[in-house]
């Protein structure tokens, strides 16, 4: 009963080999549950569906995600898989780094901690005095340009975009006193606090495999994060003349 | 990567827009679905064979994004069982829907189908898919396929038919529940 309904559901979709049709129809013949069935069938047939779609299909596809495809970079070769384990060095780094409370890691997910900024400003670890240097993170990410230093050459943002689901958001290099250098993804929240959505370790400044890898862990979450093409500095400096309000 | 393969996958957009509605019923999420899937496309292009449907591998990639996410959110609407509803006419009785169908009813009556029903309508009703490749691209016997596809039917039929069902699946549908 089941495969004649089946066989049924086929032929209505064109899909029904022409070897079956004749002992479908003999089936049909004697079953009137069967022709109910096919009624249902033909009454959601493919092009009925379809046809209940076709207002989709003037929709235009957003350029943003055009974008996506024809700007998205050669991310095969830039962007490999993230370290294995990352998210968990990531959470022991936050938590002896910024003394942050495990039962606070503890809720958020592996790879992408989402971290208040704790009074406006963020402690970057300085892991040769073994105290935090504090460097006032949101003042950089609220004010300076890319590919400038900020404050005390500690904090670099590379780049600004506007995030699917987070608002503005910033990737930053935090370079340290002993040339070490720490990359950052940053959102900022709808009352002007600059969270850090994800940071690595730090590691020696320059190409190293290592480091590089750490790089572009952030560089593949910005990636994902992204809605269209990261700002140009014509963009980046109006919006910051905005104080980062859209329009 | 050839400046080609980005000028096909443009090509697709549409239909995997389409698609990605059918999906999650809902325009924004639709997109971030398809950015997604673009995403991963691009950065695992090496794993495409030319030759084969480039559409069906992006659809393929669309719906494991998707279903991963369903899993890992536990979002998966309330899967109602045909066999489970109460009213549903019999098949000697069985109503049929005949009036046209319109977008909201659909996407609202999909709401009540299994993640892997709801991808099989998509597939094969709306995106024209044979049997045999939405087979392919959802790694399952063509024989899956044609039980799926017959039970989200009978379940589509079942909710459009009844009005107050209806009505609470398009609640349901704006509610994300």
Request: hydrophobic residues 45%; glycine residues 8%.
């Amino acid at each position: 009963m089941r495969k004649a309904g089946e066989k049924a559901m086929a032929l209505v979709d064109g899909q029904l080999a022409p070897a079956e049709v004749p002992g479908l129809v003999q089936e049909l013949a004697r079953d009137p549950s069967l022709v109910a069935e096919l009624q249902t069938y033909l009454a959601l047939s493919r092009s009925r569906i379809a046809s209940a779609f076709a207002a989709k299909d003037e929709e235009p596809v957003p350029a943003w995600l055009t974008e996506t495809i024809t700007r998205g970079g050669n991310l095969a070769e830039r962007q490999p898989a993230r370290q294995p384990g990352f998210g968990q060095s990531l959470l022991r780094w936050l938590q002896g780094s910024y003394r942050v409370p495990a039962w606070s890691l503890a809720a958020a997910p592996a790879a992408v901690v989402l971290l208040a900024v704790l009074a406006g400003g963020l402690a970057v670890p300085h892991p040769g005095r073994g105290e935090a240097m504090k460097t006032d993170l949101s003042t950089a990410l609220e004010g300076a340009a890319s590919g400038k230093d900020a404050a005390v050459t500690t904090v670099r943002p590379v780049l600004t975009f506007s995030s699917k689901s987070a608002g503005w958001c910033r990737q930053v290099e935090v370079r340290h006193a002993n040339r070490q250098v720490a990359h950052a993804l940053a959102c900022r929240s709808e009352d002007g606090k600059w969270n850090v959505v994800s940071s690595t370790p730090p590691g020696p400044a320059g190409f190293a495999p290592a480091g590089a890898d750490r790089r572009k862990a952030i560089d593949d979450l910005a990636t994902s994060m992204m809605r269209g093409d990261p700002l140009s500095a014509e963009a980046e400096a109006a919006l910051i003349a905005r104080r980062w309000q859209t329009r | 990567m050839s400046d080609d393969i980005r000028v096909r996958m443009v090509a697709v957009l549409p239909r995997l827009r389409r698609f990605a509605y059918a999906l999650t019923g809902n325009t924004e999420q639709g997109d971030d679905l398809v950015q997604d899937a673009c995403l991963r496309a691009l950065s695992r292009i090496d794993l495409w064979q030319p030759g084969t449907r480039l559409d069906s591998w992006m659809y393929r990639i669309a719906q494991n994004i998707w279903l991963d996410r369903l899993r890992a959110n536990k979002v998966r609407g309330e899967v109602v069982d045909i066999d489970a509803m109460e009213g549903i006419p019999g098949p000697d009785g069985r109503v049929v829907v005949e009036s046209e169908l319109t977008l909201q009813a659909v996407v609202a009556a999909m709401g009540q189908l299994s993640a892997e029903q709801r991808a099989m309508v998509a597939l094969v009703c709306i995106e024209g898919a044979s049997y045999k490749e939405a087979a392919e691209i959802a790694g399952v016997p063509v024989g899956t396929v044609m039980s799926r596809l017959a039970r989200a039917r009978r379940t589509l039929n079942a909710v459009l038919n009844q009005p107050g069902r209806a009505q609470a699946a398009r609640m349901s549908a704006k509610t994300g529940s």
